[in-house]
């Protein structure tokens, strides 16, 4: 049973334009939230993080949004540049573990020059 | 500081044999965490240090898998007698505890192949 899940594959966008990366979990104990970057062949790169207590976390050009009732989170990057084409995974931690975050499958950005 | 290092990058291995990753954390990162990624999926936990403790495993590290961090420093994992399910991607991390704040820090991983 997935308790974090991204349902997109992937996801194409022009440069300069907004790219939206969702996120949805089925957890309500998970205390913290986090977006990793991955590029093939490299481990995952921490991106960004959102404690479960706010709703907006920004840095630079990426912004990650939580909306607790609906259980979902999502990442902002603007504008979106073509070396932000990775691999992008949401993960979650807490939930009844002290040591573990739970990541989602990914969704493969491709930005467009 | 050059990162999360981790050691071989590679590895090729019939069907059977013992295999051993190592993996050097960040020097003042105290937790270590081993991760597991197979195609199309994101990391999967398997198991975390805090010092010399293993704090946590998963029930995907079966009794083939054992891990260590003797000295609180660098840690080992460990396959016996390899399955081609074990064929993937064998990702550590580091991180202060308790890290999720500010992420933890990942090595580029080590590919095992069974064959």
């Known amino acids: 049973d997935q308790q974090v899940k991204q349902n997109s594959p992937s996801l194409s966008v022009q440069e300069g334009r907004i790219s939206i990366l969702n996120c949805d979990y089925t957890n309500s104990m998970f205390d913290y939230f986090l977006w990793y970057k991955k590029y093939p062949a490299e481990g995952p790169t921490f991106l960004i993080s959102?404690?479960?207590?706010?709703d907006k976390n920004e840095d630079g050009r990426f912004t990650v949004f939580l909306n607790k009732s609906a259980k979902h989170l999502s990442l902002h990057i603007v504008p979106s540049q073509p070396g932000d084409s990775a691999v992008y995974f949401c993960?979650?931690?807490?939930?009844?573990?002290?040591?573990?975050?739970?990541f989602g499958k990914g969704t493969k950005l491709s930005v467009k020059p | 500081d050059t990162g999360v290092s981790q050691d071989p990058r590679h590895k090729i291995t019939k069907r059977g044999q013992n295999v051993t990753f190592r993996c050097d954390p960040i020097s003042e990162h105290n937790r270590l965490y081993w991760y597991r990624q197979t195609l199309g999926q994101g990391p999967e936990f398997l198991t975390y240090?805090?010092?010399?403790?293993?704090?946590?495993k998963s029930r995907l590290l079966s009794d083939r898998f054992s891990a260590e961090r003797p000295k609180g420093s660098f840690s080992t994992l460990e396959i016996q007698r390899t399955e081609q399910g074990d064929s993937a991607m064998y990702l550590c991390a580091s991180s202060k505890s308790p890290g999720q704040a500010n992420g933890y820090t990942f090595g580029s991983g080590t590919r095992l192949t069974v064959v």
């Open positions: 993960a979650a931690s807490g939930g009844g573990s002290q040591g573990n975050l739970i």
């Open positions: 240090f805090q010092n010399e403790a293993q704090l946590e």
């Open positions: 959102i404690s479960s207590i706010k």
